[in-house]
């Protein structure tokens, strides 16, 4: 008899789905628990079954959470904007709206044939206009605030304090208010792709080259948002989250703190205490070093690269320059460490600041703008990286840092090497190798003999005494380059007139005033000069102001980012037409610490995460959301990969549909093969015989439970009409079986109280863990157990389908429809263990003869040595390898092993 799976899970979707049993509100009689999932791009493949597991997991959370007493918040929703749409749409003509809408729907049936308790009354699109007019709104607050450094928050613009030397200039007072809002416009290197005629995010770069389309940067004006300000904020709040090491690590990394100095490196030479009219400014971590320079690199977007360089060079400078600008900084970042280096010389010369020296000024392609000040000083003895471009470039090499333990110089080096050192070398230490430790400084001036640390600050006080240099923390992070040039995202609602003057709503107007839809246009071709398509839009670009001019709308829309800043806050009360949420409802369903549980994919460890939290703590410092970070607990489930060990992609043909999968097996099958898999954050290959496994478990509960009825109508789906919860005895043609629910022995009682118990405080405790794939295996060694001798008692059945229902939902529910309950058992409580019952009264001890195992038996706990050992010497089995021999001692541990030692008879 098999489970009837395609006619069960339909009935209780339905049912779940038409009495909204899922649906929630604020019920501040209950705890809250807030799971989210990170909502799903709705692409036209739909779901492979590598998606489902991160779904599958919080899903479990879920159920589990709500059987336990909590008032769940479980949504849904889809970040529908993005390149790909518009990128059909300019081959098919067709809408983006259209095929995102069709993918929504497709996404949205393939989620609910699973079985996930999302509330349904609570999904959000990002391309909906009553979504994204928040978006916009939020965007406005951002660009109506500029960030306090004493109060290390941001403030409406209106409490900037303005000099009063600007007082009565209009167009500088206006430049000054602008230049501090958190969102402003610059001139900004992007990543443009001729063929897409659209700025690329770093992010999205590697997609689009692969894809065969090319890169190159290019100067455009851009929206950009001052993250910058938030550097330090972002860092300290990584402390009190409880997210994967590795996540922390990499948001760390990206931020990218350094303790250090600016240093200016004189263009030309001047009096040492003058202040120089033009120099090269780098920053650098390692002050102690500044008399190894040796020469300086530069990035080749760095302004003062053309103007170092002499005529002589300019032909081959700016060749270097434009082949580098058809590269992302990423990739030059990584082959920076890897390849060999490539650079040109400028011709032109900086002079060190205590020195006097004459440097060399070069451009190379692993120096980048995007960290320091794109300047780098090069102590080619103390870094690998300028070692090898001395090296190539026979360039000079001073070590100028002695390690603490000294190191023994080499007898015999190639001859390739030794030519270098002729050319290269000066310094009594050099010994032809790279040392970047710490240690004490040689050949260094006034920094001789110091330690790394002590001459790092005294470096640093000369400078500032000097005036040539000042202490200076820098971060990696750059400002956020806010701005696409496409059509489908969200329009930014800003409007300018002629003379460069910004207009958009004012606060009392705001809410009324948006949302500033997107235009219907013909064509999602961007325009020829890099506008987007919204440049062609004539009727919706150009508009009145209140005075009678003419006003010309933003072209430029928001990145896909945008709308997933901040989904989880819209969520808390999605239908709000007023505000972005009601404030009672934020306190209520975010806490004290946002978010309880936030699973999705590893890849958006860094930027959706960055952005999130900078986004939520603007909304924090304005008084509109409650907790200072959005996520409390964040888990990244691993990949599921095809049964060739790759990723699932169309590409390389290994996905595996769902729909596929749950037609054949179930959705209950293929929700416990994914979990029983391996532990969550792993990645795990996907074998597609592997599910037949789980199947045969469901298969097990079934019979377990049900006896077949003896009726003429066997074909099920003619007799279950009717999709409510219950149905007559006469209507099914199965029950459950009587002799499960007979009242077991007393002896077999214990046992089964023992075990029943014990699964649940073991389960208990992996649900908590999310090591679902052990819970998964208790919940089979107790179908395992009590499968052979079938009577439970009501009781014990009861409490195991409860057991049952996170992981697979649809056969509980219809086990406990059978069990005669009459509601859903999505809020039953969840089954209590009791520690009385789960002490062990027994235990299982081994007994050896000289250290071999020769029995064993089952015994009460807490025997004596004496006792266990008369035991063991009774044991038939234990006799049979003693005879002939004597016993020389025996070694007891109590509730384990008895050890008996014995040699042959002399």
Not at 96 to 118: D, H, M, V, W
């Amino acid at each position: 008899m098999s489970y009837p799976f395609s006619i069960i899970e339909m009935k209780w979707q339905n049912y779940w789905e038409k009495n909204a049993i899922f649906s929630v509100d604020m019920d501040v009689e209950k705890p809250k628990y807030y799971v989210l999932d990170m909502f799903p791009y709705p692409s036209a493949e739909g779901l492979h079954v590598g998606h489902p597991e991160g779904y599958t997991a919080s899903d479990i959370i879920a159920r589990y959470k709500r059987m336990k007493g909590f008032h769940v918040l479980h949504p849904m929703g889809w970040d529908a904007f993005g390149l790909p749409a518009e990128r059909y749409a300019m081959k098919t003509k067709i809408h983006p709206r259209e095929t995102t809408k069709k993918n929504i729907a497709n996404f949205r049936r393939q989620c609910k044939s699973l079985g996930f308790s999302y509330d349904w009354n609570r999904e959000i699109n990002t391309t909906e206009p009553e979504y994204y007019k928040w978006t916009q709104w939020i965007f406005l607050k951002i660009l109506n605030s500029f960030y306090d450094p004493d109060l290390k928050k941001a403030r409406p613009i209106d409490e900037l304090p303005i000099p009063e030397d600007l007082a009565e200039n209009s167009l500088k007072r206006r430049d000054y208010i602008n230049s501090h809002r958190l969102a402003y416009t610059k001139e900004a290197p992007v990543n443009w792709s001729p063929e897409l005629k659209t700025v690329l995010a770093n992010e999205e770069l590697q997609e689009w080259v692969q894809k065969g389309y090319t890169v190159e940067k290019k100067q455009m004006k851009q929206w950009m948002l001052r993250i910058t300000a938030y550097a330090e904020r972002l860092l300290e709040g990584l402390e009190d989250l409880d997210w994967p090491s590795g996540t922390i690590e990499l948001q760390k990394n990206w931020i990218g703190r350094s303790e250090g100095v600016l240093i200016d490196f004189f263009l030309s030479s001047q009096n040492e205490v003058s202040i120089p009219k033009e120099s090269l400014r780098v920053f650098t971590t390692r002050p102690d070093t500044l008399f190894g320079v040796s020469y300086l690199l530069l990035a080749p977007e760095h302004p003062l690269a053309l103007t170092l360089t002499q005529s002589k060079q300019s032909s081959k400078v700016l060749e270097y320059i434009q082949k580098t600008s058809r590269r992302s900084e990423q990739d030059r970042m990584i082959e920076g460490e890897k390849r060999e280096k490539t650079g040109v010389f400028t011709g032109g010369y900086v002079f060190h600041p205590f020195t006097r020296e004459k440097l060399p000024v070069w451009i190379a392609d692993y120096i980048l703008m995007g960290y320091g000040t794109g300047a780098v000083m090069a102590v080619p003895a103390h870094d690998r990286r300028d070692f090898d471009f001395a090296k190539k470039f026979l360039l000079p090499i001073r070590s100028v840092i002695q390690p603490l333990a000294s190191r023994k110089a080499p007898e015999n080096l190639p001859k390739d090497e030794q030519k270098i050192e002729e050319q290269v070398y000066e310094g009594e230490v050099y010994e032809g190798e790279v040392y970047e430790g710490e240690g004490v400084c040689i050949h260094s001036d006034f920094l001789n003999g110091l330690n790394t640390q002590d001459a790092s600050a005294k470096a640093i006080e000369k400078l500032e005494e000097k005036r040539l240099g000042k202490r200076k923390i820098q971060y990696k992070l750059r400002d956020w380059l806010f701005s696409r040039q496409r059509y489908w995202g969200e329009p930014i609602p800003v409007s300018m007139d002629e003379k460069g003057n910004f207009f958009f709503p004012k606060d009392e107007e705001l809410v009324d005033s948006l949302p500033l839809r997107l235009p219907e246009i013909e064509s999602f071709e961007p325009a020829e000069n890099g506008e987007s398509p919204l440049a062609r839009a004539e009727d919706w670009l150009f508009h009145p102001s209140s005075d009678g001019g003419m006003l010309r709308r933003e072209t430029n829309t928001m990145p896909q980012w945008a709308g997933s800043c901040w989904y989880y806050l819209r969520f808390l009360d999605p239908k709000n037409k007023q505000c972005l949420f009601n404030p009672k409802k934020e306190s209520y369903w975010m806490g004290s610490q946002g978010v309880d549980l936030y699973i999705g994919g590893a890849e958006h460890a860094v930027l959706h995460l960055l952005y999130a939290r900078f986004w939520h703590k603007i909304l924090y410092d304005l008084g509109f959301v409650t907790t200072p970070e959005p996520f409390a607990r964040l888990v990244h489930q691993g990949l599921i990969l095809g049964e060739d060990g790759k990723k699932m992609s169309k590409s390389l043909g290994n996905t595996v549909n769902p729909d596929e999968t749950t037609s054949q097996y179930g959705a209950d099958s293929l929700r416990l093969y994914e979990m029983f898999l391996g532990p969550l954050e792993q990645n795990k290959p996907w074998v597609s015989r592997g599910i037949e496994g789980v199947s045969r478990f469901l298969n097990r509960v079934w019979r377990l439970y049900i006896q077949e009825r003896d009726i003429e109508e066997n074909i099920l789906g003619e007799k279950i009409k009717d999709r409510s919860v219950n149905h007559s005895v006469k209507e099914k043609p199965y029950r459950i079986d009587p002799l499960l629910l007979e009242t077991p022995s007393k002896e077999r009682k214990e046992r089964l109280d023992f075990l029943l118990h014990s699964t649940i405080q073991k389960i208990e405790r992996d649900i908590e863990k999310l090591s679902l794939n052990t819970a998964i295996s208790c919940l089979m060694t107790f179908v395992r157990e009590v499968y052979q001798e079938k009577r439970v008692g009501r009781s014990v059945a009861e409490s195991f389908v409860l057991l049952l229902s996170p992981f697979a939902p649809h056969i509980a529910e219809e086990l406990w429809s059978l069990l005669g309950k009459k509601d859903s058992l999505a809020y039953q409580p969840w089954p209590d263990y009791d520690p009385s019952k789960i002490v062990v009264r027994e235990t299982e001890v081994v007994f050896q003869v000289n250290g071999k195992l020769r029995g064993k038996s089952s015994v009460p706990m807490g025997l004596s040595r004496e006792k266990l050992e008369e035991i063991a010497l009774k044991n038939s089995k234990v006799q049979n390898f003693l005879q002939g021999k004597k016993i020389q001692k025996v070694i007891t541990v109590p509730n384990r092993l008895v050890n008996i030692v014995a040699h042959p008879n002399q």
